[in-house]
């Protein structure tokens, strides 16, 4: 009988739905929907991120570029390449703001990639999401709670950033955040171009390794341009995840310099230590 209740018991409170709880996830599983976000719900101020997917169902690579719209004001724009059947899931960076949203994406100017590297264009049947509605309230912020203690000291923090500011040319605060906007942009620019190329560099290859074009191939083709495909292709996936990946782009950057700093400053000592060495011009 004891054995009984025991088994009761543990089968009771392995079945019971109170000690069984498992949460739902809502950013799981097949997609419900052409848009979707990283945050989702999304607050005002939030900085996340906008996807969509393209889907490549044909026999031939796909290219183009995806624009995201908030009604009729584009959001950003991002290139994409498809290979045969096969998705691929295009992204934008998104600060969300208050107001009533309509997000749709576009596909711009795709192209079929043929051999050799050639593009023509294509038509595809449906270029636009449909569109996402969202209604963001505007945040409000809460009043200070600081103690009345730290009001002073948390004013002469403020007066200190107003001098700093009021000192600082803008001309040089201007020209220093242009420059760092402009290298960016080239670096998401050109780590999307090396990925393009590195995609279609790898189909060719693969075709080519399957025997879809060594009938057409000649020996010099098979002997020493197949194995400079293989080199380019190499060097295109390591400029491609150099370029996309921005802690490492920017940490050879400053490694370089930091170099080119040391190899001035050594030179700079070196030839003050060879002044200092010199003899002094005999007296006349």
């Not at 004891?2 to 109170?18: D, G, M, Q, R």
């Not at 390449?81 to 703001?97: A, E, Q, R």
């Not at 596909?107 to 595809?124: A, M, N, Q, R, Y």
Request: hydrophobic residues 45%.
């Amino acid at each position: 009988m004891k054995k009984f209740f025991l088994i009761f018991f543990l089968c009771f409170f392995v079945a019971s739905p109170t000690f069984a709880t498992f949460e739902a996830q809502s950013n799981v599983g097949f997609i419900t929907a052409p848009i979707w976000y990283s945050k989702d719900p999304f607050s005002d101020g939030d900085a996340i991120k906008i996807y969509t997917v393209v889907f490549n169902g044909g026999d031939q690579t796909i290219r183009g570029s995806v624009e995201f719209y908030d009604k009729t004001t584009i959001l950003g724009r991002q290139d994409f390449v498809v290979v045969p059947k096969n998705l691929k899931d295009v992204s934008i960076d998104w600060n969300v703001t208050a107001g009533d949203h309509s997000i749709t994406a576009k596909i711009i100017d795709p192209e079929v990639v043929l051999p050799l590297g050639k593009t023509e264009s294509v038509f595809i049947d449906h270029t636009e999401t449909a569109a996402s509605k969202r209604t963001v309230m505007k945040r409000i912020l809460p009043k200070s709670t600081v103690p009345s203690d730290e009001v002073p000291v948390l004013k002469q923090v403020d007066a200190l950033e107003k001098i700093i500011t009021s000192h600082t040319p803008t001309v040089f605060t201007g020209a220093v955040g242009g420059v760092v906007g402009t290298i960016d942009t080239w670096r998401s620019t050109t780590g999307s171009t090396v990925q393009e190329k590195k995609d279609v560099a790898a189909l060719a290859l693969r075709k080519e390794s399957a025997g879809t074009t060594a009938s057409a191939a000649s020996p010099s083709e098979k002997y020493v341009d197949t194995p400079i495909r293989y080199v380019t292709l190499f060097f295109l996936t390591l400029f491609s995840f150099i370029l996309n990946t921005p802690i490492l782009f920017y940490g050879l950057i400053l490694l370089v310099v930091a170099l080119i700093v040391r190899i001035i400053y050594k030179a700079i000592r070196h030839k003050m230590k060879k002044k200092k060495s010199s003899p002094p011009p005999a007296a006349r």
